[in-house]
């Protein structure tokens, strides 16, 4: 065939255009397809830090907030907790945390960055259930020996006001504590890891 009468100005430029109206309508095609792939801004914003402001938590008092769909718990102990958490230790299961989830500044006998703030995951570690807050001594349902802590309703396991399990009780494990850090002396942030132990 004669290349005579081709004008190949004309051919280079609809090989370009083909090519960029393919490119363009491929790109249509796949960016939904690869957008639907990615996690949903619902559950990106459930798994993102979550910032709990305990300046107005008075001595005694627990906060709640949700951390990636489950109950975080904020207590402020009294200074009669803290005391009675450093003698009530044969009692319980794992009064080390050796055998529980905590990160590795939250291992102590407190289980806190600071004594009196606590911060836990509220969820028993037997199924899940949600322990109920009973800070008061003896109560008559509990008896004589209860100290002050978290009862599980589903199926009677009891935790400190550490979170630390009692022995015999269904909970394998202590209360989780959640990654968290404080950025001032009033603000924490849970669901960030901090490497020191103090503010």
Known sequence: MS??????????????????????????IAVPFLSQMQPSTKAKAAGAPVEIDISK???GQLIRAAWRGKPVWV????PEVLAVLATETSKLADPNSLESNQPAY????????????????????HLGCSPTFRPE??????????????????????F???????????APTNLDVPPHRYITDTRIIIGEDTT???V
Do not use: M
């Open 160 to 170: 400190d006001l550490a979170g630390r399990v009692v022995r015999g009780v269904p």
């Open 3 to 28: 290349e005579q009468g081709v004008d190949h100005s004309k051919r280079q430029f609809l090989t370009t255009a083909l090519t960029v109206v393919g490119a363009v309508g491929t790109g249509y």
């Open 57 to 59: 938590l008075e001595t």
């Open 106 to 125: 939250a291992q102590n006998e407190l289980r806190s960055i600071k004594p009196e703030i606590f911060v836990a995951v509220g969820l028993c570690t």
């Open 137 to 158: 001594i003896a109560p008559n349902d509990l008896g004589s020996d209860w100290k002050g802590g978290f009862f599980c309703p589903c199926h009677g396991s009891g």
């Open 75 to 78: 207590l402020n102990r009294t």
């Open 196 to 198: 020191e132990a103090d």
